[in-house]
């Protein structure tokens, strides 16, 4: 029940229909008992600097949410950032200070690998495998340098992102190796989807799914459809396989948590 | 359930904890299936111009409503007003045009008279005793003309005032003669209280209640307490009174379709 002295939340997105994150989110909130709602605000990339100016003002607003095409944005737009969050170079929860400051986190990451812990799935002293080099895909390395790795292979069409990523690593002090892979993820101990290929039926297949063999763990971002073709050819071939919903569960309670929304 | 697919309303205020309306809009929206929220927004006066200015670029956003203090700054900020508005210099709902724009309307003086014909009484033709010259008064000094009052008796600590009310309702089009009066309500067919006193137990009294007489109406504006020392003296005395809530709750349908809320 929504009244004058409820809590306001947001998530910021272009297009914003499709997202799951208000439903979670309120579910969460009931669950807790508590005064705070999150509603979908449609913001179109040149109005994002407009939607912030007018959040950083509003005395009720815990926090917000950015999506596509918001997380490298708003970066800029905030007035603090995580090392996680500048490593990745986005951000995407964003929390209001009582001086009305915007304080900006990635949680893609933490919430993937938090996925994987509650799975069972713990990515310290893994060799890991990572499909994808993009803002995803930026995220879940840092996260699982962060969580202990002990080496990641990157694959991308453009080499030059993997070796960005590599140089991000270590300058927010990130010891492992990390490296430009090709399309063969033999020898990893843990395999990651962090590219959109699985989202669509007609997708090529992230990497080269031949050469996945039992002892493998096979882990995805996308979170529809739960099973991708990766999934599939992975469990086909005796993996273990994570499917990505989790990720955005497990999200949820940290974005709560971080935004400082009610316990 | 909101979901990434919600319509999205707000009502803008400083403060904005005690303001009701979120209750009754989210309740019609629920009681028609419609897919639609309001939330309160705590809008600093100094935030206003932000404030729109990100709302009029939120393409699911549906339209909002302004309370204190934004009505009359409201008026500058909208992009077009409605003829009741112009005449009232503040406005309290918005709806957003598909192109951007932000189109004003003032509910206050409707959603009065609404509430008068749902309890039975019509001020066509009436004389009508009007204590206050605020913007609630105005608005409802406007609506109450255009619903054919024979007759407006204007109280007003600052007969100034009262005279800047005949002129807007001169240049609106409005032929009924506006008189500056007196504390004493005699001779009108109905009296409302506009001023908001009666809101405290130490308020004084807005008329001379001892002037009333059992053949007049006495409406009240004030919705809390329900029952003001004004309606008390006046049920004493065997006049009908007309409580001030049902104007809110008129106001809740007259917002949801100017807003262009699902039906």
Sequence with gaps: MISGATRLFAILGDPIAQVRT?????ALMAARGADAVMVPMHVPAGALGAAVTALRAMPNLGGFVATVPHKVAMLDQCDAASPA????GAANAFRRTDDGRIEGEILDGIGFVEGLRRGGVDPKDRDIYLA???GAAKAIAFALAEAGARRLRISNRTAERVVEIADRLARAGMSLPVEVA????SGCDLVVNATSLGMTPDDALPLDVTRLTADQIVAEVIMKPAMTPLLREAEARGCRICPGAPMLDCQIELMAAFMGAPR
Tied chains: 1, 2.
């Design 22 to 26: 208000p439903e979670l989110f309120n």
């Design 132 to 134: 994808g080099a993009g």
């Design 182 to 185: 090709g399309s063969d993820p």
């Design 85 to 88: 969050a500048r490593a990745a």
